[in-house]
C-alpha cells in the first residue's frame, strides 16, 4: 500500500459497501434494513469523493456527491413511509411473513 | 430523397395508433375510428413507398455500441411486403369492425393489431439484423396474444401458448444465426454481411443457415413445425387472415429469401429447403382433405401454399416464390375474410352442418368461389400464375422426386378445395338461417377478388422492381423489360411451358376425383389407416403435446426460486454482481 | 492521514453495531454517529461543503425521520435469526469483497493528473446545473410522494383486513 489517503478511502468505500450489503442480506425487520440501504449509501458518498479526487477533478466528484445525498435522502423517506404502509397493512415488519409469492 | 421520413413513419405510426386506441378507453367509437384511420393512413403511406424503392439504405438512426444503426432499407422484398402488410391489415380492420361487434375488449384488440401492423412493416424493412429479430419476437407475441383473445375459451389460449412456443423455439434459431454473424462481422448490417458471407468458415455458415432455416419453418409453420398452425385458428378470423395467412407466416418466408444467396453454397441447404417445402406441401394437401372444420382446411392450405413457396426459394426462383407469395397473401386472405363471414352467419365451423349457402349469400359465395379458383392454380386467376411459374422453374432447378411430389400436392390442393366450396355453398343441406355479410366486410372482401383476379399483371413491374434493388439476388437482370410488356412476355412463358399443362391436367384429375367420388368410396373405406393418421396429425400432434407440456412443467418447477422472500433476492442480485466481476477478471487476466 | 484513518474506522465500526444492534432506535443512533465520522472525514479528505451537508442531512434529518418512522410502526421483537444462513451470507461477502479489492486497488496508483481547478460552487451551478435542478425536482417529488402515502387514515387501515376475513368466510 502506497499510504495515499485516497487509497485509505476507497478501503473504507469497500467496508462500508460490504458492511450494508450484509445487513442487506441477514436483516429480517424493514426498518433496520432500511438502515442497511443508508449505509450503503454512505459507501456511495464516499465514493464519490474519493473518485473526484483520483481523477483529478474535485469539484465534479463532489457535486455528485451531493447529488448522491439528495437522491439517497430522498430514497429513504419514501423506503420509511413504504415500511409504515407495510406495518398498517400487514401488521408486521417482518420480511419472513411479509412474502405472499409463495404457495 | 422522400423516404426518410416515410420509412420511420410507416412503421411508427401504427404503433402511435395502437397508444391512441388504448388511452381510447370506454370512448369505443373514437378507438374504433382511429384504428381505421391509422390501417388506412399506413397501407397509403406503404403504397406511396412502392416508386421510392432503391437498394440504398432510406433512414438510420446511429445508437452506438454493439447495437450500430437501426436502419431501414427499402428495397424490393421490403416495399411490397410492406405493402402487404398494410393493405390487408387495413382492410382487415374494416372487416374487424362488422365482425367484432359487440364484443368485449375491443381496445386490446385494435391496439394488438394496430402493434402488429407497424411491427412486421419494420421486420421486412429493417436493414439491421438486431432489429429483425425484435421484429420477430414482437409478431410473435402479438400473434399469441390475438390467439387467445378470447381468454376465457380454454382452447383458444392452448392454441396461443402453443403458437409462442414452437415460434420461440425457432426464433431461437435466428437469435443465435443473429450473434454468430455479429461474432464474425463486427455487426449486424444485413447488407455488409452479404456481401462478405462468402468468407465465412464453412461450418459456421451451415450452422447459421440452418438455424434461419429453422427459424423460418417455425414461422411458416413448415414440416416439422405445421402443428401449430391449425390451432392457431382459434383466433378471430380478421386475425386468421392478417396473421395467419397473409403476412406473419409470410416472415420466414422472407426470411429465406433474402438470405438465400449467402446460404445458397452452403452443401446441403437447398436440399433441406426444398424438401421442407416439398414435405410440408404434401403432408398439409392430405391434412385439408381430410378435416371437417373450415378454418382448418384453410389453415393446412395456408401451410401447404408456404411449401410451394419455400421450395422455390431452394430451386433458385426467389422471384417466382416471391410472386407466388404476393398473389397467395391476396386469396389467402380474401378466402380467410369470406370464411369469417360464413362462420359468422352460420355460427359453427363445422363444414357438415353448412351447405346451400351459395343461394342465401350470393357475394360471400362468388368472392370465395374466386379465392378457391385462385387456391386450386386455375386460369385466368392470380393463383394460376404464379404456381405455374413456380413448377416450371422446379422442373428446371430442382430435383426431380421434388417435382412429383408438388405435382401431388397440386392436385390435392384442386382436390380439397372443390370438397370445401362443395360442403359449404353448394351441397344440398336443410334450409337454415343465414344472411349475408354485413357492409363492412363486403368494402374489405370486394377489393380483394378484385385484387385476386388482377394482380397477376404485376408481374412484370414487379420483377423490374426487384431487379433494380436486389443486385445480389438478381445479378446481370438489367432493366429489360418495362412495366407490362414484362407482364405479358412471362404469360407467355406460362401458357407455353409444357409444365403448365401437366399441371392443369392434375388439377382437372383432382376436381374429376372429387366429383365422381362415389366409386372411390371402397379405396377410401380401405385406406382408412392413412385416413386415422392424417387425422391425428402423423404423431406431430403428440411431440408437440410433450414440447409444450414440458416447457410448462419447467417453467412451473422454476417456480419455487421466486420465493419473494427479500434476503434470497439480495442473496441473488449478489451472486449476480460475483459472477459479472469473476467475468472481468477472467477477461481482463485474457487480454493480458 | 493518520487522522482519517482514525476516522474512517470508527466510522466502519459505527455502521457495523448499527447493522447488529438489537433494538431500532439505537441502530438509528448509532446510524447518526457513523454519518457524523463520515461528514468529518469527508471535511478532512479536502471537501468541506460536502462534509457541511452530509453533518445536516445524514446525520440530522435521516435520523430523525428515522425516529419519527420508528415512533410511528412501533418497536417489534424480531428474532436475530436470518433467512439467509450465516455461513453463506459471510461466504458471498468474502468473495465478493476479495474480487473487488483484487480487481480495483491495484489499479488506484496512477500517475498524478492534472489538476482541474474548477472551484467547487461554479461546478454545482454550472457545470453539474441540470443535476441541481433535477435534484430540486426529486425532493419535491419524495416529499409529494410520502405525503401520498402516508395519508392513509387509522381507520382504513383495519378494512383490508376485515374485507379479507369477509371474504374468507363467504
Same mark, same amino acid.
Given at each position: ?103 | ?10 412503421? *411508427? ?135 387467445? *383473445? ?37 455487426? *449486424?448490417?444485413? !447488407? ?66 433474402? *438470405? ?167 351441397? !344440398? ?164 | ?14 455502521? #457495523? ?22 461528514? #468529518? ?27 419519527? @418512522? ?18 453463506? @451470507? ?81
Amino acid at each position: 500500500m502506497t499510504g495515499d489517503v485516497w487509497t485509505i478511502a476507497m478501503v473504507a468505500v469497500l467496508g462500508l459497501a460490504a458492511i450494508g450489503i450484509y445487513g442487506l442480506l441477514i436483516l429480517r425487520n424493514l426498518i433496520k434494513i432500511v438502515v442497511a440501504l443508508q449505509v450503503l449509501a454512505k459507501g456511495t458518498i464516499l465514493v464519490m469523493v474519493a473518485a473526484g479526487g483520483i481523477a483529478g477533478k474535485p469539484a465534479i466528484g463532489q457535486s455528485l456527491a451531493i447529488t448522491v445525498i439528495v437522491a439517497d435522502t430522498v430514497v429513504t423517506v419514501m423506503a420509511l413511509a413504504l415500511a409504515i404502509q407495510v406495518r398498517r397493512w400487514c401488521g408486521t415488519l417482518d420480511t419472513r411473513v411479509i412474502s405472499s409469492l409463495r404457495r | 430523397m422522400h423516404a426518410h421520413w416515410l420509412l420511420p413513419l410507416t412503421v *411508427f405510426l401504427p404503433w402511435l395508433g395502437a397508444g391512441a386506441v388504448l388511452a381510447a378507453g370506454r370512448a369505443r367509437r373514437l378507438a374504433i375510428g382511429i384504428a381505421i384511420v391509422c390501417a388506412a393512413a399506413d397501407a397509403v403511406l406503404s403504397i406511396l413507398l412502392i416508386p421510392l424503392a432503391s437498394d440504398r439504405i432510406g433512414f438510420s438512426l446511429v445508437i452506438g455500441g454493439a447495437f450500430g444503426e437501426l436502419s431501414l432499407l427499402p428495397d424490393g422484398f421490403g416495399v411490397y411486403l410492406a405493402a402487404i402488410a398494410a393493405v390487408i391489415g387495413g382492410l382487415a380492420v374494416v372487416f374487424s369492425v362488422d365482425y367484432m361487434r359487440g364484443e368485449e375488449g375491443q381496445n386490446r384488440y385494435y391496439a394488438l393489431v394496430l402493434f402488429f401492423i407497424g411491427a412486421m412493416v419494420g421486420l421486412v424493412l429493417s436493414a439491421n439484423l438486431l432489429m429483425v429479430v425484435v421484429f420477430w419476437e414482437i409478431t410473435a407475441l402479438c400473434s399469441w396474444a390475438l390467439i387467445s *383473445f378470447h381468454n376465457d375459451d380454454p382452447k383458444a389460449v392452448a392454441g396461443g401458448i402453443k403458437a409462442l412456443i414452437v415460434t420461440g423455439l425457432g426464433g431461437v434459431g435466428l437469435l443465435a444465426g443473429s450473434l454468430a454473424i455479429y461474432a464474425q462481422v463486427g455487426t *449486424f448490417d444485413i !447488407p455488409t454481411f452479404m456481401a462478405r458471407a462468402n468468407g465465412f468458415p464453412p461450418r459456421l455458415l451451415a450452422w447459421i443457415g440452418f438455424g434461419f432455416l429453422a427459424a423460418a419453418a417455425a414461422k411458416s409453420a413448415q414440416f416439422p413445425f405445421q402443428t401449430w398452425l391449425p390451432d392457431a385458428m382459434e383466433a378471430p378470423t380478421p386475425i386468421s387472415a392478417l396473421i395467419h395467412a397473409a403476412t406473419m407466416v409470410n416472415a420466414g418466408v422472407y426470411l429465406l429469401a433474402r *438470405f438465400s444467396p449467402a446460404f445458397a453454397d452452403v452443401p446441403g441447404w437447398s436440399l433441406s429447403v426444398v424438401s421442407v417445402g416439398a414435405v410440408s406441401a404434401l403432408i398439409a394437401g392430405t391434412m385439408a382433405a381430410v378435416s371437417n372444420d373450415l378454418k382448418r382446411v384453410l389453415a393446412w392450405s395456408t401451410v401447404s401454399q408456404l411449401g410451394f413457396m419455400v421450395y422455390a426459394i431452394g430451386a433458385g426462383a426467389v422471384f417466382q416464390s416471391q410472386f407466388h407469395l404476393l398473389s397467395h397473401s391476396v386469396f389467402k386472405a380474401l378466402l380467410f375474410l369470406a370464411a369469417g363471414a360464413v362462420v359468422h352467419t352460420v355460427g359453427t365451423r363445422d363444414m357438415r352442418n353448412m351447405g346451400g349457402l351459395s343461394r342465401k349469400m350470393p357475394l360471400t359465395c362468388a368472392v370465395f368461389v374466386i379465392g378457391a379458383l385462385a387456391l386450386a392454380g386455375i386460369p385466368p386467376v392470380n393463383g394460376f400464375w404464379s404456381k405455374e411459374m413456380i413448377l416450371e422453374s422446379g422442373l428446371a432447378n430442382g430435383p426431380f422426386w421434388a417435382y412429383v411430389v408438388m405435382l401431388v400436392a397440386v392436385g390435392l390442393t384442386a382436390l380439397y378445395t372443390l370438397r370445401c366450396v362443395w360442403m359449404v355453398f353448394f351441397a !344440398p343441406a336443410e334450409d337454415r338461417h343465414a344472411h349475408e355479410a354485413g357492409p363492412a366486410m363486403k368494402f374489405a372482401l370486394i377489393p380483394l377478388a378484385f385484387g385476386s383476379l388482377v394482380t397477376w399483371m404485376l408481374a412484370g413491374p414487379f420483377q423490374n422492381l426487384l431487379a433494380r434493388t436486389l443486385p445480389l439476388h438478381f445479378p446481370g437482370a438489367g432493366a429489360e423489360t418495362a412495366g407490362l410488356a414484362g407482364t405479358w412476355a412471362i404469360a407467355a412463358e406460362v401458357l407455353t411451358a409444357s409444365s403448365t399443362w401437366v399441371a392443369l391436367g392434375v388439377v382437372a384429375l383432382g376436381a374429376a376425383l372429387w366429383a365422381v367420388r362415389a366409386p372411390f368410396k371402397g379405396i377410401s373405406t380401405r385406406l382408412w389407416p392413412v385416413r386415422r393418421a392424417a387425422e391425428a396429425g402423423y404423431g406431430f400432434e403428440a411431440i408437440n403435446r410433450g414440447i409444450v407440456k414440458g416447457v410448462q412443467g419447467a417453467g412451473e418447477g422454476l417456480r419455487t426460486t421466486q420465493s419473494g422472500l427479500l434476503n434470497w433476492n439480495v442473496a441473488a442480485i449478489v451472486m449476480a454482481v460475483i459472477a459479472v466481476l469473476c467475468a472481468l477478471w477472467l477477461a481482463a487476466g485474457r487480454g493480458g | 492521514m493518520v487522522i482519517q484513518t482514525l476516522v474512517l474506522s470508527a466510522t466502519l465500526i459505527c455502521a #457495523l453495531q448499527a447493522i447488529r444492534a438489537p433494538r431500532l432506535l439505537i441502530s438509528a443512533l448509532w446510524l447518526a454517529g457513523c454519518s457524523a465520522l463520515l461528514a #468529518l472525514a469527508i471535511a478532512l479528505l479536502g471537501a468541506p461543503e460536502v462534509g457541511v451537508v452530509e453533518l445536516s442531512v445524514g446525520a440530522g434529518l435521516v435520523t430523525i425521520i428515522f425516529v419519527f @418512522a420508528i415512533n410511528v410502526a412501533g418497536e417489534e421483537t424480531i428474532g436475530m435469526t436470518s433467512l439467509v444462513p450465516r455461513p453463506l @451470507a459471510w461466504a458471498l461477502m468474502c468473495v465478493f469483497l476479495f474480487l473487488l479489492i483484487w480487481l480495483t486497488l491495484p489499479g488506484l496508483v496512477s500517475p498524478a493528473l492534472p489538476q482541474d481547478t474548477l472551484p467547487f460552487l461554479r461546478a454545482l451551478w454550472d457545470a453539474r446545473s441540470l443535476d441541481t435542478v433535477l435534484q430540486v425536482a426529486l425532493i419535491f417529488s419524495g416529499v409529494l410522494g410520502s405525503l401520498g402515502l402516508l395519508a392513509e387514515r387509522r381507520e382504513t387501515a383495519h378494512s383490508p383486513r376485515q374485507a379479507g376475513a369477509e371474504g374468507a368466510s363467504s
